[in-house]
């Protein structure tokens, strides 16, 4: 890092951070009960430090930045190519999360 | 003409005679009526298709696909005759999904540990592992497998752990000879389990399961086939006398996948159970429909195949005093016990029987024999320490006004004596079955403290242990308006012995198949 500077605050507070050592090493999200997302950054269930305050939340503020591309395939449809009009009746998702479909339907019990 | 089990109708079953059996489906048919038009090949086999086998619940996901992304039209009947043919002829033998029920009965609190890293880094980054291992392909099916996941999920290759390495080289070069080797499409297990008589399902059961928030219930289920379908009727109760009707349908899928839809009490419920190879007993998990985070096991021994004790309550007896204990199972006529005073048999009834028996000395155990199947009540005076189960739970906001309901949680407690070292923890520990403590939530760090997380997360029941979690959506009253998340410490007491656990409560699925 030696020759490199922050330029903004955020930035400058981790460099500093870091040289404190109080920058934790990122492990693997592991804590997960079968089903969860594993390692995906931002996790959706469970953060890396097994609890859920890192999480990125509330969920329906940054939902489409984070699943549209398919981050979280495995918790929120992908509308990309799986599930195209997931969204369509909640285009602001902090407002509009009501509307949203769970995907599987529940009528087709084997 | 309906016909829900179609290995009974296949002829595998012709034996039992008291089976009316009518005509089979002719699933080939079926499957040449509506996939052929796209992957027959020239040789007369299926693209894709003839390449697989994997379970109802993986065939039906395929179907459900077909018809969501390529135009695929089927009524509801077609379609399950469809997943029950390709289940039946290229389905998983009992051995082959025997480690990994609980992703078939969606059990809320397995955590897989079994895999290697490897496996989990490709595979288990986005779903379970078990939810490939339950599947088994040809090796240019596993080929094909990853070139789909690239389409389907293009982004797959700028996730974490796609981007930042060579993924597609080591999915194409390392990953598909290994699934090719460990799930390979002919196994020595299907060749068998084709060729094997298929357990009976009809008949009556014994049923010993419990309700969450309730407790045990047990009882009788009979399964009767009409008009070929496969009924499901019976009574199951709990240990206060309540009972619950029990009645639906079963379908019966690669000769011992029992799905039922019954209504148990007054509410839909679904079974997802696996027939033993000998017929004797059922297991697997049972849950109100749509509330499958609350599922519990569920275990039925048949009538008619032998003695076998399922499950005694109460669990132990206290020292120095008679008890009245219920005893459910198969075939439970004489029961003998390994205490000094003998049994008290009290009544006879469908499903086990009741009987009073006296204690012995704390430590040792009250031994309940009925043929070769015995129960061991353990005798204690003071409960050293409590374990909780799950140990490790997860919760999801729901409702709302939303479609995803909350995905509550029941935890239950049980009771250990620290054994001869007097040391909790060590391999000397008596487990002396379930009780009833008093619950509570506490924050499960300073993290959590700071977030006043046990404000907003729900409410535990302190004397059932179910916990209810809270509203689903952004919460004004919380920083930055954050879900009603939180990291809690679950505590149980139960005359002062203590135990705790670790319940998340996190952000709801929004799509949850029945594979995950």
Redesign the interface.
């Known amino acids: 890092m030696k020759h490199m500077k922050p330029l903004n605050q955020k930035a400058d507070l981790l460099l500093k951070a870091q040289e404190a050592g109080q920058v934790d090493d990122v492990v693997a999200m592991?804590?997960?009960?079968?089903?969860?997302?594993?390692?995906?950054?931002p996790g959706?269930?469970?953060d890396p430090f097994?609890?859920?305050?890192a999480?990125c939340?509330?969920?329906?503020?940054d939902l489409y930045g984070c699943?549209d591309?398919?981050?979280w395939?495995?918790?929120?449809?992908?509308t990309?190519?799986?599930?195209n009009q997931?969204g369509d009746k909640a285009p602001n998702a902090?407002k509009d999360?009501?509307s949203?479909?769970?995907?599987?339907?529940?009528n087709?019990?084997? | 003409m309906k016909l829900r089990y179609s290995w009974v109708a296949l002829g595998l079953l012709l034996t039992s005679s008291h089976l009316a059996i009518a005509a089979a489906p002719d699933g080939a048919k079926l499957i040449e009526n509506n996939c052929a038009a796209c992957h027959k090949q020239p040789d007369g086999t299926y693209s894709r298709i003839s390449g697989q086998r994997k379970t109802?619940?993986a065939w039906?996901m395929t179907i459900?696909?077909m018809r969501?992304?390529n135009g695929l039209e089927l009524d509801?009947n077609t379609?399950?005759l469809i997943?029950q043919y390709l289940s039946d002829t290229q389905g998983l033998a009992p051995s082959e999904t025997k480690d990994l029920r609980?992703?078939l009965d969606r059990?809320?609190?397995?955590?897989?540990v079994k895999f290697n890293n490897q496996f989990?880094?490709m595979c288990?980054?986005?779903?379970?592992a078990?939810r490939v291992a339950l599947q088994r392909r040809t090796k240019d099916e596993w080929r094909t497998h990853i070139d789909f996941h690239v389409?389907?999920?293009?982004?797959?290759e700028?996730?974490?752990?796609g981007r930042d390495r060579d993924w597609y080289k080591i999915a194409v070069e390392t990953m598909v000879p290994l699934l090719a080797e460990q799930y390979p499409l002919e196994t020595e297990a299907w060749t068998q389990w084709k060729a094997a008589n298929k357990p009976d399902p009809v008949g009556s059961w014994v049923v010993s399961s419990s309700i969450a928030g309730v407790g045990p219930v047990f009882g009788v289920m009979t399964a009767s086939p009409k008009e070929g379908v496969l009924h499901l009727e019976g009574n199951l109760q709990s240990l206060d006398g309540k009972t619950y009707p029990l009645k639906g349908t079963v379908?019966i899928?690669t000769g011992y996948e029992w799905?039922a839809?019954v209504s148990l009490g007054e509410q839909a419920y679904?079974q997802i159970l696996a027939l033993s190879e000998d017929g004797k007993n059922l297991e697997g998990r049972h849950f109100a429909?749509?509330q499958d985070n609350l599922s519990t096991v569920f275990k039925a021994a048949k009538q008619g195949t032998g003695t076998q004790i399922l499950a005694v309550y109460p669990e132990n007896l206290k020292a120095g005093k008679e008890q009245e204990v219920v005893v459910i199972g198969a075939g439970i006529d004489q029961i003998t016990t390994s205490s000094a005073k003998a049994i008290e048999p009290l009544s006879k009834m469908e499903f086990g029987a009741k009987v009073k028996v006296a204690s012995q000395a704390v430590g040792a155990s009250v031994d309940l024999t009925v043929g070769e199947s015995v129960a061991k009540l353990p005798v204690y005076d003071k409960v050293d320490r409590l374990s909780i189960e799950p140990p490790?739970?997860?919760a999801r906001v729901g409702g709302?006004?939303?479609?995803?309901p909350p995905a509550n949680v029941w935890f239950q407690a049980v009771a250990w004596l620290n054994g001869a070292d007097g040391k909790p923890n060590t391999e000397d520990d008596i487990r002396i079955g379930k009780v009833n403590p008093t619950w509570q939530l506490k924050p499960?760090?300073e993290?959590?403290e700071k977030?006043k997380?046990a404000e907003f997360v729900g409410k535990m029941d302190e004397k059932m242990g179910l916990f209810a979690t809270a509203e689903?959506?952004?919460?004004p009253e919380r920083v930055?308006?954050?879900?009603n998340?939180?990291?809690m410490k679950v505590l149980a007491d139960y005359e002062g012995a203590t135990g705790e656990a670790q319940m998340?409560?996190?952000?709801?699925?929004?799509?949850?198949?029945?594979l995950?």
């Open positions: 592991q804590a997960g009960v079968a089903g969860c997302t594993a390692t995906f950054d959706w269930e469970v097994g609890g859920v305050a999480l939340q509330p969920m329906e503020a699943s591309p398919c981050w395939p495995a918790q929120v449809p992908d990309m190519t799986s599930h997931w902090t999360w009501r949203l479909g769970t995907i599987f339907p529940d087709e019990d084997l | 109802p619940e039906q459900q696909r969501r992304q509801a379609q399950r997943v609980y992703a059990d809320p609190a397995a955590q897989e989990v880094e288990g980054r986005c779903h379970t078990a389409g389907q999920f293009p982004t797959i700028y996730q974490s752990l379908n899928y799905r839809s679904r429909k749509g490790y739970a997860v709302n006004g939303s479609s995803t499960f760090n993290e959590a977030l997380d689903a959506g952004p919460n930055y308006s954050t879900n998340a939180g990291n998340i409560v996190t952000v709801q699925r929004w799509i949850d198949p029945p995950r």
